[in-house]
Structures are given as C-alpha cells and as structure tokens.
C-alpha cells in the first residue's frame, strides 16, 4: 500500500517561510506529476503548484514569486518552499502524485494533509 507522508507544516508569522515535503511509502518503482493543494475552512480544494516528472511547473496566481515546488526522482519525492507568507496563505496543504509501485501501473495518491497557519 501507497502512503504519501507530509511534513513541515507548522506556525509561522507573515512574512515568514516554510518548506513542505512529502514522501512516498511503499515498493515505487517512479513517479509523473506531483503537487500540491489546498484547502482553507470553507472553501474548495485548490491547486497550488504542480511538477512533471520533467521539471515543468506551474504555479497558482497567488502564489507565483513565493512559493517553488521541486522534486527528487531519485527519491520521488517533491517539495514546496513557501516564502513571505500571508494569513491568505492558511490552510491544510496536500500532496498528490501520480506513482508507480511494483505491483501497479500509474495510480494517482494523495496525502493525509499538513496544516499551515499564518498569522498576521
């Protein structure tokens, strides 16, 4: 079975930076995309950045010039750097990737979600 475990989520003030990670468990032979949402109280999920296994990204408006999203193939494992945060900024942020197991094709996974509050 596939987890996808997130870390670094915390308190910070505005202004301040924070650096999620998120990393498969299991027997995964590679990986596609990957990215990262999220999702504040009362409001829809939303994407926030993306990454092909190619190194391509793409970033919400909102975030554009804060925040980067890379990954590790080697580890298949991506990472979001999250600069000059704004309470806006709040909200429980999950990793999703497309992974590819030993025993399974390409199947898509989410993670269980790391909080992220800014205060102002």
């Known amino acids: 079975q596939v987890l996808l475990v997130e870390s670094g989520g915390g308190l910070v003030q505005a202004g301040g930076s924070l650096t999620l990670s998120c990393v498969p468990s299991?027997?995964?032979?590679?990986?596609?995309?990957m990215g990262w949402y999220r999702q504040a109280p009362g409001k829809q999920r939303e994407m926030v950045a993306t990454i092909t296994r190619g190194g391509r990204t793409n970033y919400a408006d909102s975030v554009k010039g804060r925040f980067t999203i890379s990954r590790d193939n080697t580890k298949n494992t991506v990472y979001l750097q999250m600069n000059s945060l704004k309470p806006e900024d709040t909200a429980v942020y999950y990793c999703?990737?497309?992974?590819?197991?030993?025993?399974?094709?390409?199947?898509?996974?989410w993670g269980q979600g790391t909080q992220v509050t800014v205060s102002s």
């Open positions: 999703n990737a497309d992974l590819k197991t030993s025993t399974t094709w390409f199947q898509n996974y």
């Open positions: 299991g027997s995964i032979d590679s990986s596609n995309g």
